[in-house]
């Protein structure tokens, strides 16, 4: 593992450490998770990119030729009366 220094003003860093300690953790725990996260955002999501992809180009499902009008839509076994 390698070490990280970073300069931040010293308010902040007392104001991060009372926020950390009270969800029972610490700034350095909190940085780890954070530039985890950050680092592996973008693979994240372009794995689900390429997944969804794949999955669409390997799917058999058509939309085939029925084809329907708003009003087909809305009228189709819909009423204003409530259902007793």
Do not use: C, K
């Not at 003003?9 to 950050?38: C, K, P």
Request: cysteine-free.
């Amino acid at each position: 593992m390698a070490n990280l220094t970073i300069t931040i003003d010293d308010d902040l860093l007392q104001l991060a450490r009372i926020r950390a300690l009270e969800q029972g953790t610490s700034v350095n725990a909190l940085l780890r998770e954070y530039l985890t996260a950050f680092a592996g955002a973008g693979d994240a999501q372009g794995r689900a990119l390429a997944d969804l992809l794949t999955l669409s180009s390997a799917s058999t499902a058509r939309r085939g030729s029925a084809t329907w009008t708003r009003d087909d839509l809305h009228d189709h076994g819909v009423t204003d009366e409530p259902s007793s």
